[in-house]
């Protein structure tokens, strides 16, 4: 069985900074992707950054504040996050594209999610 154990998040100041940690474990064969999305209550659960395969995508919202980066002998993934504002607080769910062992095909999974609030 494939997990994504989340770590990190918290409450922070308008300004701080936060760093985020996710890891795979599990029967794992490989890995196409890996990510973070946030969901306010209420909306719709969106991409915060990503990495697949060699490329990188951010939320035009984080450019140029978070940073992720992937550590792929650990199966792990770890966005930085400078600059924080109000408009960050979400629940961090981390995203995970896998094939486990076994599969031929992969599959999204999902973290349990972790409260990130900035405070004005």
């Known amino acids: 069985q494939v997990q994504l154990v989340e770590s990190g998040g918290g409450l922070v100041q308008a300004g701080g900074s936060l760093s985020l940690s996710c890891v795979a474990s599990?029967?794992?064969?490989?890995?196409?992707?890996m990510g973070w999305y946030r969901q306010d209550p209420g909306k719709q659960r969106e991409l915060v950054a990503k990495i697949t395969g060699g490329n990188t995508n951010y939320a035009d919202s984080v450019k140029g504040r978070f940073t992720i980066s992937r550590d792929f002998a650990k199966k792990s993934v770890f966005p930085r996050m400078l600059s924080l504002n109000p408009e960050d607080t979400a629940v961090y769910y981390c995203?995970?594209?896998?094939?486990?062992?076994?599969?031929?095909?992969?599959?999204?999974?999902w973290g349990q999610g972790t409260q990130v609030t900035v405070s004005s």
């Open positions: 995203n995970a594209e896998i094939v486990s062992s076994g599969s031929y095909y992969p599959r999204q999974y």
């Open positions: 599990g029967r794992i064969s490989s890995i196409n992707a």
